[in-house]
C-alpha cells in the first residue's frame, strides 16, 4: 500500500513537471493573443457553479458561453437587467476574444436596459430614472472597454465605443477619439473616419483639427466628397475665417447613398 502510493506521488510529481513547460506556453499565448483582463477566479465559479467551472477548465468554454448567451436573452426578454449583466460578465469572460458578445453586452446595456429605465413606470422620480438611465449607460462603456483591452487588434469595438459615446453618452471629443482610433485599421471602413471628423468638430476647442483632418479626406478624391463631408467644410471654413483662395471649391454633384 505505501509502496504504491509512493509510486502514485511520484507518477503526479513528473506530471506536474512535465506540465510546467506547457502552462508556460499556454500563459505566454494568452498573452500574446491579448487575453489581459480575464481570469478564472471564485467569482467566475460562483456564477456559474462548480459544474461549469469545471466544464470551462476542461475547454468547453464556448459550448458553455453559448448556453449562458441563450439564457441571457430569457433574462432580456423577462427585462431582468441585473442577471442579464451578470451573465454578460460570465460569457464575456469564458469568450474574451468573441466581438459579438462584447458588442451585443454593451448594446443591452446602454441602449435596451437604459431605454427601460427612462420608461420605467414604477419608478415616479425621473431624477431616479436618469440615474438608473445613466447607471447601465456607463455598464455598456465598460464593456466594450473590456472588449477593448481584450482586443486591441481589431477596429469593430473601438468603433462601437464611438457610436456609444456619441449616441448615449453625448461625448463628442471622447467619440472623436474612438472614431479616429478605428479608423486606424487598415480594413476599418471609410466612414470611420469621416464619423471621426464630424465629432471632432462638435468638440470645443478642436475645431482647427476637424477642418484639417476633413479636408485631408476631402482630397483623397470623390469616395470621400460627399455632401455631409463637403457641407461641414463649407461651415468649418466660414467659422474658422479660411482665406477664400484656401477653401473647396467644388460642391457635390451626385447624392449620398449609404453611410455618411
Same mark, same amino acid.
Given at each position: 500500500?505505501?509502496?504504491?502510493?509512493?509510486?502514485?506521488?511520484?507518477?503526479?510529481?513528473?506530471?506536474?513537471?512535465?506540465?510546467?513547460?506547457?502552462?508556460?506556453?499556454?500563459?505566454?499565448?494568452?498573452?500574446?493573443?491579448?487575453?489581459?483582463? &480575464?481570469?478564472?477566479?471564485?467569482?467566475?465559479? #460562483?456564477?456559474?457553479?462548480?459544474?461549469?467551472?469545471?466544464?470551462?477548465?476542461?475547454?468547453?468554454?464556448?459550448?458553455?458561453?453559448?448556453?449562458?448567451?441563450?439564457?441571457?436573452?430569457?433574462?432580456?426578454?423577462?427585462?431582468?437587467?441585473?442577471?442579464?449583466?451578470?451573465?454578460?460578465?460570465?460569457? &464575456?469572460?469564458?469568450?474574451?476574444?468573441?466581438?459579438?458578445?462584447?458588442?451585443?453586452?454593451?448594446?443591452?446595456?446602454?441602449?435596451?436596459?437604459?431605454?427601460?429605465?427612462?420608461?420605467? #413606470?414604477?419608478?415616479?422620480?425621473?431624477?431616479?430614472?436618469?440615474?438608473?438611465?445613466?447607471?447601465?449607460? #456607463?455598464?455598456?462603456?465598460?464593456?466594450?472597454?473590456?472588449?477593448?483591452?481584450?482586443?486591441?487588434?481589431?477596429?469593430?469595438?473601438?468603433?462601437?465605443?464611438?457610436?456609444?459615446? *456619441?449616441?448615449?453618452?453625448?461625448?463628442?471629443?471622447?467619440?472623436?477619439?474612438?472614431?479616429?482610433?478605428?479608423?486606424?485599421?487598415?480594413?476599418?471602413?471609410?466612414?470611420?473616419? *469621416?464619423?471621426?471628423?464630424?465629432?471632432?468638430?462638435?468638440?470645443?476647442?478642436?475645431?482647427?483639427?476637424?477642418?484639417?483632418?476633413? *479636408?485631408?479626406?476631402?482630397?483623397?478624391? #470623390?469616395?470621400? *466628397?460627399?455632401?455631409?463631408?463637403?457641407?461641414?467644410?463649407?461651415?468649418?471654413?466660414?467659422?474658422?475665417?479660411?482665406?477664400?483662395?484656401?477653401?473647396?471649391?467644388?460642391?457635390?454633384? &451626385?447624392?449620398? &447613398?449609404?453611410?455618411?
Amino acid at each position: 500500500m505505501k509502496r504504491r502510493l509512493v509510486v502514485a506521488f511520484g507518477v503526479l510529481v513528473v506530471s506536474g513537471a512535465a506540465l510546467i513547460p506547457l502552462q508556460l506556453l499556454i500563459g505566454r499565448s494568452a498573452s500574446e493573443a491579448h487575453f489581459r483582463t &480575464t481570469s478564472f477566479d471564485i467569482g467566475l465559479r #460562483e456564477r456559474i457553479g462548480q459544474t461549469g467551472f469545471l466544464a470551462a477548465l476542461s475547454g468547453f468554454r464556448s459550448p458553455l458561453a453559448a448556453i449562458l448567451w441563450i439564457e441571457a436573452h430569457t433574462a432580456w426578454e423577462n427585462t431582468e437587467w441585473g442577471r442579464m449583466a451578470g451573465i454578460f460578465e460570465t460569457v &464575456t469572460t469564458l469568450q474574451p476574444r468573441s466581438l459579438m458578445y462584447w458588442d451585443m453586452a454593451s448594446w443591452h446595456m446602454a441602449w435596451n436596459a437604459a431605454i427601460a429605465a427612462m420608461q420605467n #413606470e414604477e419608478q415616479r422620480s425621473e431624477v431616479l430614472r436618469l440615474k438608473a438611465r445613466r447607471e447601465y449607460e #456607463e455598464m455598456g462603456r465598460y464593456f466594450l472597454e473590456r472588449g477593448i483591452a481584450n482586443n486591441p487588434d481589431r477596429y469593430q469595438l473601438y468603433l462601437q465605443m464611438g457610436m456609444l459615446q *456619441r449616441d448615449r453618452l453625448e461625448n463628442h471629443c471622447a467619440a472623436a477619439d474612438a472614431f479616429l482610433k478605428a479608423s486606424e485599421f487598415p480594413d476599418a471602413p471609410p466612414y470611420a473616419a *469621416r464619423f471621426a471628423g464630424y465629432e471632432m468638430a462638435k468638440c470645443p476647442g478642436r475645431e482647427r483639427e476637424a477642418y484639417l483632418h476633413l *479636408r485631408r479626406l476631402y482630397e483623397r478624391g #470623390e469616395s470621400q *466628397r460627399l455632401p455631409s463631408l463637403i457641407n461641414l467644410l463649407g461651415e468649418m471654413e466660414n467659422k474658422l475665417d479660411i482665406p477664400r483662395a484656401e477653401r473647396i471649391g467644388s460642391s457635390p454633384s &451626385t447624392p449620398e &447613398t449609404g453611410q455618411n
